[in-house]
């Protein structure tokens, strides 16, 4: 277990350094099943592929209105209510309405408020997935430990995000941002 989590920190690491390199062979490598059951619902590697390409690809477009075609329409409109809290914006919530509005179905305290979609830098570089580790899956969705990096900045991003299966893709269901 050590051996794969020393593997993990290093890939994790190098990401930025070598990001032509880490294609889906390396993002392959990284994919971590907590829950080892025999039958499997969704594909591991195909979550994190499709959570790669539609990560990395929205930020080289740098097209904003694409983000509501990669999530469920209600977490969309949770993540759009989360990014104009207390903004001078007709329909923007207080703080305290956001909590109270979405406190049930979402932990609100992990929701970026006040800040952009997967990421909480306003001005961002090159954008890779550079580790993607399964937490928990169900019939439904899966749960991936993810870190977004930003090698021209140096950052990375924290983030636990959860994708539902839908048809033969996926959607993203909920982001717990933890920086």
Not at 6 to 15: F, P, T
Request: glycine share 6%; proline share 1%.
């Amino acid at each position: 277990m050590k051996k794969i989590l020393y593997a993990l920190m290093i890939i994790g690491l190098s990401a930025c350094q070598n990001a032509k390199n880490n294609t889906e062979n390396s993002l392959k490598d990284s994919v971590v099943a907590v829950n080892d059951s025999t039958a499997k619902a969704i594909d591991n590697a195909s979550a994190c592929v499709w959570l790669k390409e539609n990560v990395e690809g929205f930020f080289k477009k740098g097209d904003m209105n694409a983000m509501a075609n990669l999530c469920t329409p209600a977490y969309y409109e949770y993540k759009m209510d989360a990014t104009n809290v207390d903004l001078d914006l007709d329909g923007s919530l207080t703080e305290s309405e956001f909590h109270a509005k979405y406190s049930k179905d979402y932990d609100t305290k992990l929701a970026g408020i006040g800040v952009g979609f997967l990421i909480s830098g306003q001005d961002y570089g090159s954008i890779t997935l550079s580790t993607c580790d399964v937490l928990h899956e169900d019939a439904e969705s899966i749960t991936l430990k993810s870190v977004i990096s930003d090698c021209d900045y140096q950052t990375d991003y924290h983030r636990e995000i959860v994708l539902a299966k839908e048809e033969n893709s996926f959607k993203i269901k909920d982001v717990k941002e933890f920086d």
